[in-house]
C-alpha cells in the first residue's frame, strides 16, 4: 500500500553512508579536502547521501578564550562561514559532479549578527545548497560559551524524500524534536554528532538511534566523530538503521572506533509496510489529533509555569 515514506516521486531505494570522521586540528582547508575525498569514496561505493558528523569542518572541542569571554573568540569567529559559502560551495561542486547528497557539521555565522555562531549541519544536493539545521539544544556550557541556538525545526525537501536533522544532544535527550520532524513528513532522521568514548557511549548511539527510527517509522543515521580533539576522545560507532518489518529496530550498517565508511541501502516499501499495520502518522493528526493536542497544551503549560 502506498504511504508517504514511500511516495512514488521519491526513490523505493536510497543508498546511505555514514562516516566515522577525524577532523585536521586547526585545520580548516586540510579537513575540507579530506571530506572530499570520502565523499568521492561515497559516491564510488553507490551512495546516494553521505553523513558527517557535527562540527566535521572544524576543530571541536573546550576553547579557553570562548570560555573566558562566554562568546565565540576571535579565532573561532574567523574560522566560521556563511552558508552558502566557500566551503559549501566546494562541496557542492563536487555533490554536482557525483550526483551525490552530503550532510556535514560546520560552524555557521550569522548573515546580519557576524559575532553570532550556529552549530549547524549543512545539507546539499547535486542542485546545491539545500539549507542548514541550526542546533537547537546546546551543551551547557561548552556550546552555550560559543554558539547560539537555533529557532527552526526544519524539513528539507529533496529528491531522495524528505530529510529531518537533528545534532547530537537534540536527538539523543530530546526525543521530541524527532517526532515533530516524522509528524512534518520526514522518512530519514540524519543525527551528526560529536559523542565522547564515555563508559557505554557505543551502545547507547546505536540503541537511541534504533529506537528513535522505530518509535517514529523511519530510517536514521548516525555519523561520530573518532580520534582525540579538545580533549576528548570520539567514540565512533556511526550508524545506519530502522525498522524491518515485521521485526523492530534492526541494525544495517554500523563502525567500530576508528575512521571509516559504512554503508545501507533503504528499502522504503518495506518501511512502508510497518504502516500497512501502524499508520501513526495519520492516527496522530486524524483518529488521535486530540493526543497530539493533550501533550502540546502540556508542553505550553510546563512552559508557561516555568517563567
Known sequence: MAH????????????????????????????????????????????????????????????????????????????????????????????????????????????????????????????????????????????????????????????????????CYDFYNNPELSRILALKGARILVNPTGSSDLPGKAKIITYTTLVRAQENLVYAVSANRVGVQGGSRWAGNSVIGGPAFPGFGNVLAEAGQEEQLIVATLNFDQLAAWYDWLPWREWRLGAQRYATDIIAREFAAIADDAE
Not at 570522521?21 to 571530506?35: E, H, M, P, Q
Not at 564510488?44 to 553523513?51: R, Y
Request: aromatic share 6%; charged share 25%; glycine share 8%.
Open 4 to 167: 508517504s515514506v514511500n511516495d512514488s516521486a521519491y526513490p523505493k531505494l536510497v543508498t546511505v553512508g555514514s562516516v566515522n570522521f577525524d577532523s585536521i586540528v586547526r585545520d580548516k582547508a586540510g579537513t575540507l579536502k579530506k571530506l572530499i575525498g570520502v565523499i568521492r569514496d561515497a559516491a564510488h561505493q553507490g551512495c546516494d547521501l553521505v553523513v558527517f558528523p557535527e562540527l566535521a569542518l572544524n576543530t571541536w572541542g573546550e576553547c579557553e578564550e570562548c570560555a573566558s569571554k562566554s562568546r565565540p573568540c576571535a579565532w573561532h569567529l574567523d574560522q566560521s562561514e556563511l552558508i552558502p559559502g566557500p566551503s559549501t560551495e566546494t562541496v557542492a561542486k563536487v555533490a554536482r559532479d557525483l550526483d551525490i547528497h552530503v550532510i556535514f557539521g560546520m560552524e555557521e555565522r550569522d548573515p546580519v549578527q557576524p559575532e553570532v555562531l550556529y552549530n549547524s549541519a549543512v545539507l546539499i544536493a547535486p542542485e546545491g545548497v539545500v539549507g542548514a539545521y541550526r542546533k537547537v539544544h546546546l551543551g551547557i556550557p561548552l556550546e552555550t560559551n560559543r554558539f547560539t541556538p537555533g529557532d527552526q525545526v526544519p524539513v528539507f525537501e529533496t529528491k531522495l524524500g524528505p530529510i529531518g536533522i537533528s545534532i
